[in-house]
């Protein structure tokens, strides 16, 4: 075992014990003891498919998590924070992050993503997409691997590393060489850490809409911040679960979408950053549904992703 992996394990271990913190007891009973049981037993009722959740890092996947163990009754018993394959129909629903094209650094290989989408096209499991603005995902997670790799510490989000926005931008331009290489893939922001880095830019991009080509449901992360039952009832149709969805109440994400637009407004190097971006990947943030310029325009995009989608 390398050094690299047994500190990633032992952060782990810190965050799991924040997040035991932060629940009941029966929630903690739960969340120490499902994985053991899971190895030996693994549930069917009726006629349930696996269910995978998948977001890239970054897309909200955290509320999605929450708001899984929230509204659909007792199958939340089997709700797992994680990724992993199983070869025929369960009960079980992992949530978790997993690529399609390119190897990453936290997220499931994508050797792990195609057995999947084999076993959706069997009819075996049922996968649920959730993306949200790349370039709001984008700074999420540049805060978020900063913390890991200099100071060995996992945050649940922007808000709990900088008090309000004005405090992040202050920090980006200070520091924009480094977000710079985060976002271009350089290994050198991961400095000596063996094993694959985490995707650029560029590349977090293409695998948005290869997943949103690939998956049968693709959910907006902006959307549940509108209408969060409405999106959840479409889950809940995609998975064929016997639940009402106008009976329930639920929460929209604490995060305010499109926060990059208050980012470019104060932060000239990263407006500068937005327009630099190579044409391909430009067309590919529009095709899914997202616009580039302006408050007002990234705001009012509501349409669903022009992708074909067969």
Known sequence: ???????????????????????????????????????????????????????????????????????????????????????????????????????????????????????????????????????DSLLSNWIWWRNYVRQDSMVRGIAETHKDMDELCADLEKDFSDFQAFAEGDPAFFGSATGPRFLSFREYVEETELFIRSAPLSLRFEDFTIDPVKEFAKIIEVMSMDLDASRLTLAPPEVKPYRYLDVEDKVPQFRDFIQRLDAETAGRIERIGYALRGAADAISVVREPTLGIP
């Not at 390398?2 to 913190?21: F, T």
């Not at 003891?33 to 909200?60: C, E």
């Not at 650094?105 to 792990?112: G, K, L």
């Open 1 to 135: 075992m390398g050094i690299e992996q047994l500190r990633y394990w032992i952060c782990q271990a810190k965050w799991h014990y924040v997040q035991l913190r932060r629940t009941n007891t029966e929630g903690r009973l739960r969340y120490l003891y499902a994985p053991v049981r899971d190895r030996f037993v693994l549930p069917r009722l009726g006629n349930d498919r696996t269910g995978y959740f998948i977001g890239l890092f970054g897309s909200g996947r955290l509320y999605l998590f929450q708001t899984l163990m929230q509204g659909i009754g007792k199958r939340a018993r089997y709700v797992r924070d994680g990724i992993r394959f199983l070869k025929g129909p369960t009960s079980m629903i992992y949530v978790g992050h997993a690529t399609i094209k390119y190897a990453s650094r936290a997220q499931a290989s994508p050797t792990v993503t195609h057995r999947i989408l084999q076993a959706v096209k069997s009819r075996w499991a049922d996968l649920i997409f959730v993306y949200r603005h790349p370039l």
